[in-house]
């Protein structure tokens, strides 16, 4: 146990804010710095709502295929061993449904629309349905701060990565999303 922590320059990870350098206790150019990152941070949370809105519409068309696309398999297996949550989740359930059933909302619990389409579909359309549903899963995750974590080693990066490789095509914002780069 460190008993100077100030000396050695650790930092108490449950400090409050007041803990932290005030504003005026900061140099101008540190100052300046924050200002330019806080900046970023609006405006690229700003451009995450709008991205979303663009990717709901394209996987919305890109789920009317008839047959999975070659990568589904392995997307979906990833999806369902090492992001299995996000399958029982009703939010992604919602998602899926809006995208493979109606533009209705499924209201409290699992839409009966989307499972309807999916008893009724074949061999083939039920892999586009499953992987419907496991992109609507990914989609419900991907948080307004999405964008600011590292892409390399999280969900919504694999989940992007593999719209780009089905043909998307990622906003400036989404890059930092599929990326070890963080803000």
Not at 56 to 75: D, V
Not at 83 to 97: E, M
Request: hydrophobic share 35%.
């Amino acid at each position: 146990m460190c008993t100077d922590p100030k000396t050695n320059g650790h930092r108490d990870r449950h400090a409050t804010s007041n803990d932290r350098t005030k504003a005026e206790d900061k140099t101008p150019e540190a100052r300046e710095a924050d200002k330019q990152q806080r900046a970023l941070v609006i405006e690229n949370n700003k451009a995450w709502k709008a991205a979303r809105t663009v990717r709901n519409e394209w996987i919305k068309t890109y789920l009317t295929r008839k047959t999975p696309p070659a990568s589904a398999g392995p997307f979906l297996a990833v999806g369902l061993t090492r992001d299995a949550d996000i399958v029982t989740d009703l939010k992604g359930n919602h998602v899926a449904a809006t995208w493979l059933a109606s533009d209705e909302s499924a209201g409290w619990g699992r839409s009966t629309q989307l499972a309807s389409v999916a008893e009724a579909a074949n061999d083939k359309r039920s892999l586009v349905i499953a992987l419907g549903t496991v992109l609507g899963g990914y989609e419900a995750r991907c948080t307004d701060s999405a964008w600011r974590e590292d892409g390399d080693h999280n969900s919504t990066g694999r989940y992007l990565r593999f719209l780009v490789a089905n043909g998307y095509v990622l906003s400036e914002v989404e890059t930092y999303a599929v990326s070890g780069e963080t803000v």
